[in-house]
């Protein structure tokens, strides 16, 4: 009889010790894609000249850029003449949506729709549309890859 109330009070203290591990769910979640996604535009971001295709430019553009989770904002070197911005949207799936490009002058327009992608690391963002206008430079169909620097 004495070893059955010790086994039951020992069967008692690990029941108690298990419920008490398992914790009530206050633990960190898992982070969705699309808070994956944001985390990694925060930083900065380098126009990579190599990797994109400039329209008809002649000359390789320069740019500084900030990027955000609402979209990249180029706001210093020759690029600027021609495409200040490109919004977007995350999506719950962590992929880029809703791109649009705001140009910088009034004489070009967009010719078509504009799509923002970024890769699977993470670490790089590739915006491409095409423009059209009255005047020749700055014209054509423009790929912007962006590489992470950080």
Request: aromatic letters at 6%; a negative charge; hydrophobic letters at 40%.
């Amino acid at each position: 009889m004495r070893n059955l109330k010790f086994m039951f009070l020992f069967a008692a203290i690990v029941a108690v010790s298990v419920v008490s591990s398992c914790g009530g769910g206050d633990g960190d979640d898992p982070k969705s894609d699309k808070e994956i996604t944001v985390e990694a535009l925060t930083g900065d971001w380098t126009l990579n000249t190599g990797s994109s295709t400039f329209g008809n430019l002649t000359d390789t553009p320069t740019a500084t850029v900030s990027v955000s989770s609402a979209g990249i904002n180029i706001t210093g070197g020759t690029l600027s003449d021609y495409v200040s911005g490109v919004s977007f949207t995350v999506s719950d799936a962590g992929t880029l949506t809703g791109a649009s490009a705001t140009l910088a002058s009034s004489e070009i327009t967009l010719d078509g729709d504009v799509t923002a992608s970024i890769n699977d690391a993470l670490d790089k963002i590739t915006v491409s549309f095409s423009t059209a206008a009255a005047r020749t430079a700055g014209t054509g169909s423009f790929t912007l890859v962006f590489d992470k620097a950080s």
